[in-house]
């Protein structure tokens, strides 16, 4: 496992960076704390966005396939319209009567299964995931949390101690549960589902045994952060129903897959066939403003309501509000979840005939517009593994694309286009794509 809290960043003498962008980077170091971290060995400068494209400060723009953030594009003048159109009349927060939070509630909770029929808004991921947790332990009488072994939760105190994914550094919980996966392990398709439930129930005996019980397991359905891990759909089933059995829930975390990003479904935890007792929804919820949510069953938030306050200052704002319904406008409207699936298909095509020329492609796995391509050549250690996967990207950011690496190694290439990419885009980032593996393989 890579113990840097970030390979794909910029190290100071690593690059050659222009003089423009050197004496930023001073300015930056001497006023913003040691905590920040600029992407990519020669840093980017943007100073606009529209649609799939990212542009500098000299007008060479860069085809974005990496952020999920905007997922109906950079600067989407509908969603920019309302944003502005709400600030020009008022930004409120919940405790006053306002129709169009009404209204946008109503509209986001018809996109769930009917068990989940109540709403409360936050205002990033980190902040659904931390009260979702609260949620959880209050209706469980438990505290014990079982995660992924590279899971990525939030930023929060409570979310950063069951994210794995932050380093050593960043200690866990003593409450929490670490299970490994089936696809990382080894562990054939037709053995997963028994494999991961397996794993479930020996955290679960062992938070009983401590007198912890469990909460919650908390999982992102495609398991960004752990490399991707999408099949086969249902897997996690027996493992649900095992947490269920002793007491716990389950938190699907949509921050990653949700709002269509699989193309299937609305929501990431639609591919395996459950309904979740808890979703929590963040980034690409108002298109880049802040803005998210908890989305559960009634019982669990009647439970909460009746013990604790949750108000939270600009959580469902009006500007928010606005935002968010735009989104969920054009998603529905334009049939965006069809279009991820034709180009899905189309890219899986394209890395599919690279890998079978290329021996430094291996594993191609996705869920939609949401795509793990393993990297390194047969026999290759970890080291060479993901040092040729960050030369890959860094290469990519040279030629005008984006994108970054994700699990354990850091090995495995992440790419999450915004949703409305079209045939042109696809074929922009195969033709990166397959230049930059040449590259990386001749050395």
Same mark, same amino acid.
């Given at each position: 496992?890579?113990?840097?809290?970030?390979?794909?960043?910029?190290?100071?003498?690593?690059?050659?960076?222009?003089?423009?962008?050197?004496?930023?980077?001073?300015?930056?170091?001497?006023?913003?704390?040691?905590?920040?971290?600029?992407?990519?060995?020669?840093? /980017?400068?943007?100073?606009?966005?529209?649609?799939?494209?990212? #542009?500098?400060?000299?007008?060479?723009?860069?085809?974005?396939? #990496?952020?999920?953030?905007?997922?109906?594009?950079?600067?989407?003048?509908?969603?920019?319209?309302?944003?502005?159109?709400?600030?020009?009349?008022?930004?409120?927060?919940?405790? #006053?009567?306002?129709?169009?939070?009404?209204?946008?509630?109503?509209?986001?909770?018809?996109?769930?299964?009917?068990?989940?029929?109540?709403?409360?808004?936050?205002?990033? %991921?980190?902040?659904?995931?931390?009260?979702?947790?609260?949620?959880?332990?209050? !209706?469980?009488?438990?505290?014990?949390?079982?995660?992924?072994?590279?899971? #990525?939760?939030?930023?929060?105190?409570?979310?950063?101690?069951?994210?794995?994914?932050?380093?050593?550094? /960043?200690?866990?919980?003593?409450?929490?549960?670490?299970?490994?996966?089936?696809?990382?392990?080894?562990?054939?398709?037709?053995?997963?589902?028994?494999?991961?439930?397996?794993?479930?129930?020996?955290?679960?005996?062992?938070?009983?045994?401590?007198?912890?019980?469990?909460?919650?397991?908390?999982?992102?359905?495609?398991?960004?952060?752990?490399?991707?891990?999408?099949?086969?759909?249902?897997?996690?089933?027996?493992?649900? !129903?095992?947490?269920?059995?002793? %007491?716990?829930?389950?938190?699907?975390?949509? /921050?990653?897959?949700?709002?269509?990003?699989?193309?299937?479904?609305?929501?990431?935890?639609?591919?395996?066939?459950? !309904?979740?007792?808890?979703?929590?929804?963040?980034?690409?919820?108002?298109?880049?403003?802040?803005?998210?949510?908890?989305?559960?069953?009634?019982?669990?938030?009647?439970?909460?309501?009746?013990?604790?306050?949750?108000?939270?200052?600009?959580?469902?704002?009006?500007?928010?509000?606005?935002?968010?319904?735009?989104?969920?406008?054009?998603?529905?409207?334009?049939?965006?979840?069809?279009?991820?699936?034709?180009?899905?298909?189309?890219?899986?095509?394209?890395?599919?005939?690279?890998?079978?020329?290329?021996?430094?492609?291996?594993?191609?796995?996705?869920?939609?517009?949401?795509?793990?391509?393993?990297?390194?050549?047969?026999?290759?250690?970890?080291?060479?593994?993901?040092?040729?996967?960050?030369?890959?990207?860094?290469?990519?950011?040279?030629?005008?694309?984006?994108?970054?690496?994700?699990?354990?190694? *850091?090995?495995?290439?992440?790419?999450?286009?915004?949703?409305?990419?079209?045939?042109?885009?696809?074929?922009?980032?195969?033709?990166?794509? *397959?230049?930059?593996?040449?590259?990386? /393989?001749?050395?």
């Amino acid at each position: 496992m890579s113990t840097d809290l970030m390979p794909n960043r910029y190290t100071p003498g690593e690059a050659e960076v222009p003089e423009r962008e050197a004496e930023l980077i001073k300015r930056r170091d001497s006023v913003l704390a040691a905590s920040y971290r600029l992407q990519y060995r020669r840093p /980017v400068h943007f100073v606009r966005g529209e649609g799939m494209w990212l #542009y500098d400060p000299d007008g060479r723009r860069y085809l974005d396939f #990496y952020n999920n953030v905007p997922c109906v594009g950079h600067c989407h003048p509908e969603v920019n319209a309302a944003m502005a159109k709400q600030a020009g009349l008022i930004n409120a927060n919940t405790r #006053y009567l306002e129709p169009k939070l009404v209204n946008y509630a109503e509209r986001l909770i018809a996109t769930f299964p009917s068990e989940l029929d109540r709403v409360v808004f936050t205002c990033t %991921g980190s902040e659904s995931n931390d009260l979702a947790l609260r949620i959880a332990k209050l !209706a469980s009488g438990n505290d014990g949390v079982i995660v992924s072994t590279y899971a #990525y939760h939030g930023t929060s105190a409570a979310t950063s101690m069951v994210s794995p994914n932050l380093g050593d550094a /960043v200690k866990l919980s003593p409450s929490v549960r670490m299970v490994r996966l089936p696809g990382p392990a080894g562990v054939p398709p037709s053995e997963a589902a028994a494999f991961f439930e397996a794993e479930v129930r020996a955290a679960i005996t062992d938070l009983n045994r401590r007198g912890t019980g469990v909460a919650a397991l908390l999982i992102d359905s495609i398991f960004s952060s752990d490399g991707v891990w999408v099949d086969p759909a249902g897997f996690i089933a027996g493992a649900v !129903a095992a947490v269920r059995e002793a %007491g716990g829930l389950l938190i699907a975390d949509e /921050v990653q897959p949700g709002f269509g990003r699989t193309g299937a479904h609305m929501w990431g935890f639609e591919r395996h066939g459950i !309904a979740p007792d808890l979703a929590t929804l963040g980034k690409p919820m108002g298109n880049g403003f802040p803005i998210g949510a908890v989305v559960g069953r009634k019982a669990h938030m009647d439970h909460f309501g009746a013990t604790a306050r949750y108000s939270n200052t600009f959580a469902g704002n009006t500007i928010g509000i606005a935002c968010a319904d735009a989104v969920l406008t054009i998603l529905q409207r334009d049939k965006i979840l069809d279009r991820v699936l034709s180009m899905a298909d189309r890219m899986r095509a394209g890395l599919e005939s690279l890998a079978a020329k290329s021996a430094g492609i291996g594993e191609i796995r996705n869920a939609g517009l949401f795509f793990g391509v393993d990297i390194g050549l047969p026999d290759s250690g970890a080291a060479e593994r993901r040092a040729m996967a960050l030369n890959i990207v860094n290469l990519m950011r040279d030629n005008g694309v984006l994108i970054s690496t994700t699990g354990s190694n *850091e090995d495995t290439l992440k790419i999450r286009p915004p949703l409305i990419c079209e045939e042109e885009h696809v074929d922009r980032f195969l033709v990166a794509i *397959e230049s930059a593996v040449n590259r990386a /393989v001749d050395g």
